[in-house]
Nanobody, 122 residues
Framework: VQLQASGGGLVQAGGSLRLSCAAS????????MGWFRQAPGKERDFVAA????????YYADSVKGRFTISRDNAKNTVYLKMNSLKPEDTAVYYC????????????????WGQGTQVTVSS
Protein backbone atom coordinates (compact mmCIF):
# COMPACT_ATOMS: atom_id res chain seq x y z
CA VAL A 1 0.00 0.00 0.00
CA GLN A 2 1.32 3.44 -0.95
CA LEU A 3 -0.10 6.41 0.94
CA GLN A 4 -0.01 9.99 -0.31
CA ALA A 5 -0.95 12.72 2.15
CA SER A 6 -1.94 16.15 0.90
CA GLY A 7 -3.84 19.26 1.89
CA GLY A 8 -1.38 20.83 4.27
CA GLY A 9 -0.47 24.49 4.19
CA LEU A 10 -0.23 27.73 6.09
CA VAL A 11 -3.31 28.89 7.97
CA GLN A 12 -4.05 31.44 10.66
CA ALA A 13 -5.05 30.38 14.14
CA GLY A 14 -8.75 29.61 14.24
CA GLY A 15 -8.76 28.52 10.63
CA SER A 16 -9.45 25.14 9.05
CA LEU A 17 -7.76 22.65 6.76
CA ARG A 18 -8.71 19.27 5.37
CA LEU A 19 -6.00 16.70 4.86
CA SER A 20 -6.42 13.82 2.48
CA CYS A 21 -4.62 10.50 2.36
CA ALA A 22 -4.98 8.70 -0.94
CA ALA A 23 -4.00 5.05 -1.06
CA SER A 24 -2.83 3.07 -4.03
CA UNK A 25 -1.55 -0.42 -4.64
CA UNK A 26 -4.40 -2.11 -2.87
CA UNK A 27 -7.70 -1.28 -1.28
CA UNK A 28 -7.62 0.06 2.25
CA UNK A 29 -11.14 -1.11 2.98
CA UNK A 30 -9.94 -3.66 5.53
CA UNK A 31 -7.34 -1.44 7.20
CA UNK A 32 -7.39 0.68 10.30
CA MET A 33 -6.32 4.16 9.18
CA GLY A 34 -4.58 6.68 11.37
CA TRP A 35 -3.15 10.17 11.38
CA PHE A 36 -0.05 11.11 13.33
CA ARG A 37 1.92 14.33 13.55
CA GLN A 38 5.46 15.32 14.34
CA ALA A 39 6.56 18.79 15.36
CA PRO A 40 10.21 19.85 15.05
CA GLY A 41 12.32 18.29 17.78
CA LYS A 42 9.45 16.18 19.09
CA GLU A 43 8.30 12.61 18.79
CA ARG A 44 5.61 11.54 16.39
CA ASP A 45 2.25 11.68 18.17
CA PHE A 46 -1.05 9.97 17.54
CA VAL A 47 -3.80 12.31 16.30
CA ALA A 48 -6.77 10.24 15.14
CA ALA A 49 -7.75 6.84 13.80
CA UNK A 50 -10.74 5.23 12.15
CA UNK A 51 -11.78 1.60 11.91
CA UNK A 52 -12.06 -0.16 8.57
CA UNK A 53 -15.82 0.37 8.44
CA UNK A 54 -15.73 3.91 9.76
CA UNK A 55 -17.98 2.97 12.66
CA UNK A 56 -15.32 3.68 15.28
CA UNK A 57 -13.14 6.75 15.58
CA TYR A 58 -10.43 7.62 18.07
CA TYR A 59 -8.83 10.96 18.90
CA ALA A 60 -6.01 12.36 20.95
CA ASP A 61 -7.30 14.54 23.77
CA SER A 62 -5.55 17.55 22.27
CA VAL A 63 -7.67 17.46 19.10
CA LYS A 64 -10.94 16.03 20.37
CA GLY A 65 -13.84 18.27 19.36
CA ARG A 66 -11.77 20.12 16.76
CA PHE A 67 -10.61 17.40 14.34
CA THR A 68 -12.73 14.84 12.50
CA ILE A 69 -11.42 11.75 10.77
CA SER A 70 -13.44 10.10 8.02
CA ARG A 71 -12.92 7.69 5.18
CA ASP A 72 -14.33 6.91 1.75
CA ASN A 73 -13.40 3.33 0.96
CA ALA A 74 -14.83 3.63 -2.54
CA LYS A 75 -12.25 6.37 -3.20
CA ASN A 76 -9.54 4.62 -1.18
CA THR A 77 -9.07 7.85 0.75
CA VAL A 78 -9.02 8.98 4.36
CA TYR A 79 -9.58 12.56 5.48
CA LEU A 80 -8.74 14.68 8.50
CA LYS A 81 -10.82 17.82 8.86
CA MET A 82 -9.13 20.23 11.22
CA ASN A 83 -11.07 23.15 12.68
CA SER A 84 -10.15 25.82 15.21
CA LEU A 85 -6.50 25.31 14.47
CA LYS A 86 -3.93 26.44 17.01
CA PRO A 87 -0.22 27.25 16.63
CA GLU A 88 0.55 24.09 18.61
CA ASP A 89 -1.04 22.05 15.82
CA THR A 90 1.91 22.99 13.61
CA ALA A 91 3.60 19.77 12.51
CA VAL A 92 4.14 17.36 9.67
CA TYR A 93 1.07 15.16 9.46
CA TYR A 94 1.40 11.52 8.43
CA CYS A 95 -1.25 8.99 7.51
CA UNK A 96 -0.82 5.31 8.18
CA UNK A 97 -2.58 2.02 7.47
CA UNK A 98 -2.68 -0.92 9.84
CA UNK A 99 -3.96 -4.46 9.52
CA UNK A 100 -6.53 -5.92 11.87
CA UNK A 101 -5.24 -5.96 15.43
CA UNK A 102 -3.17 -2.80 15.18
CA UNK A 103 -3.20 -0.68 18.31
CA UNK A 104 -4.66 2.54 16.93
CA UNK A 105 -2.48 4.87 18.99
CA UNK A 106 0.82 3.02 18.60
CA UNK A 107 3.44 3.22 15.89
CA UNK A 108 2.62 -0.36 14.92
CA UNK A 109 1.07 0.49 11.56
CA UNK A 110 2.13 -1.42 8.48
CA UNK A 111 2.29 1.44 5.97
CA TRP A 112 3.12 5.14 6.29
CA GLY A 113 2.74 8.09 3.95
CA GLN A 114 5.35 10.76 3.37
CA GLY A 115 3.73 13.54 5.40
CA THR A 116 2.25 16.95 4.69
CA GLN A 117 3.26 20.14 6.48
CA VAL A 118 0.67 22.08 8.46
CA THR A 119 1.70 25.48 9.79
CA VAL A 120 -0.61 27.54 11.98
CA SER A 121 0.33 31.16 12.53
CA SER A 122 -0.74 33.11 15.60
Amino acid sequence: VQLQASGGGLVQAGGSLRLSCAASGRTIGSYLMGWFRQAPGKERDFVAAISWSGSSTYYADSVKGRFTISRDNAKNTVYLKMNSLKPEDTAVYYCAAGRSGTDYSSYDYDYWGQGTQVTVSS
